[in-house]
């Protein structure tokens, strides 16, 4: 039975990885800020069989606050074989090119935040030697794209810091997935002017996700079509990418 930390619980992809860790009656421990979504989530997960499943209400910006939620998480689980960080929002990139104070906290919403829980869970993982870190990142950290440059640059330091953090972390035996989504089918992008062929069902983002975590996948494009639409952005001439509507 997994012991399981999920933060941002409440996300569309979150809580499709919860309902496939429920299969195996997983125990979990649920960070979100809304209570009455946590609450929904937790419901359901008992509804299928879960036993354990704990609530815990927190603005992961207020990030003097994240060692006591680790200290209730363990004082509940007693360790941690997988922990999920799933929170983050979808700017709008014409208000943060408008307003410092948006863009500076979309990037705490996105980045300085996650990076806060990752060195916290990073040092707790260290001394316990065992378990799996895995990350929400995105494609749009690949490349600096001018319709969400802010929310890419985010992205793009979170998917860095993984980086390290797997090497220095691989060789006591814990795994660090960072996951790159493409457009998935939830409340951030409801509105969106997206192609359907595009849009990933939080269900089959999940799967791949719960496979790559077990398989100690370093680095997981889902839908897996979008590691070959990124390779063609990336490898595109400054001259011609800056010309470019993307």
Not at 10 to 21: F, G, K, L
Not at 26 to 33: D, I, P, S, Y
Not at 96 to 111: F, M, T
Not at 113 to 125: R, V
């Given at each position: 039975?997994?012991?399981?930390?999920?933060?941002?619980?409440?996300?569309?992809?979150?809580?499709?990885?919860?309902r496939e860790w429920a299969k195996?009656?997983?125990?979990?421990?649920?960070?979100?800020?809304?209570?009455?979504?946590?609450?929904?989530?937790?419901?359901?997960?008992?509804?299928?069989?879960?036993?354990?499943?704990?609530?815990?209400?927190?603005?992961?910006?207020?990030?003097?606050?994240?060692?006591?939620?680790?200290?209730?998480?363990?004082?509940?689980?007693?360790?941690?074989?997988?922990?999920?960080?799933?929170?983050?929002?979808?700017?709008?990139?014409?208000?943060?090119?408008?307003?410092?104070?948006?863009?500076?906290?979309?990037?705490?919403?996105?980045?300085?935040?996650?990076?806060?829980?990752?060195?916290?869970?990073?040092?707790?993982?260290?001394?316990?030697?065992?378990?799996?870190?895995?990350?929400?990142?995105?494609?749009?950290?690949?490349?600096?794209?001018?319709?969400?440059?802010?929310?890419?640059?985010?992205?793009?330091?979170v998917s860095t810091y993984c980086?390290?953090?797997?090497?220095?972390?691989?060789?006591?035996?814990?795994?660090?997935?960072?996951?790159?989504?493409?457009?998935?089918?939830?409340?951030?992008?409801?509105?969106?002017a997206l192609p359907n062929i595009?849009?990933?069902?939080?269900?089959?983002?999940?799967?791949?996700?719960?496979?790559?975590?077990?398989?100690?996948?370093?680095?997981?494009?889902?839908?897996?079509?979008?590691?070959?639409?990124?390779?063609?952005?990336?490898?595109?001439?400054?001259?011609?990418?800056?010309?470019?509507?993307?």
């Amino acid at each position: 039975m997994k012991r399981i930390l999920i933060i941002g619980a409440t996300s569309s992809i979150a809580a499709a990885c919860a309902r496939e860790w429920a299969k195996d009656e997983a125990e979990f421990f649920l960070v979100g800020r809304n209570l009455e979504k946590l609450s929904q989530v937790s419901a359901d997960l008992r509804a299928r069989g879960c036993k354990s499943v704990t609530n815990y209400t927190l603005d992961i910006n207020d990030i003097e606050k994240h060692p006591a939620m680790l200290e209730e998480c363990l004082s509940i689980l007693k360790q941690i074989d997988i922990a999920l960080i799933a929170h983050g929002t979808l700017p709008d990139q014409k208000k943060c090119e408008e307003d410092v104070s948006i863009a500076l906290k979309e990037l705490s919403n996105n980045a300085i935040s996650t990076i806060a829980l990752l060195t916290l869970l990073a040092n707790h993982f260290e001394i316990q030697k065992c378990g799996a870190l895995a990350v929400i990142s995105s494609v749009a950290g690949d490349r600096g794209r001018p319709s969400n440059y802010l929310y890419g640059t985010a992205k793009a330091a979170v998917s860095t810091y993984c980086e390290g953090l797997r090497a220095r972390l691989f060789k006591i035996g814990v795994s660090v997935t960072t996951v790159k989504p493409g457009f998935v089918e939830s409340p951030m992008t409801t509105g969106l002017a997206l192609p359907n062929i595009l849009i990933a069902k939080p269900e089959k983002v999940a799967h791949q996700i719960v496979h790559a975590i077990e398989k100690k996948t370093n680095t997981l494009y889902t839908p897996r079509f979008w590691l070959f639409i990124m390779l063609i952005i990336k490898s595109l001439p400054s001259f011609i990418f800056k010309r470019a509507n993307l």
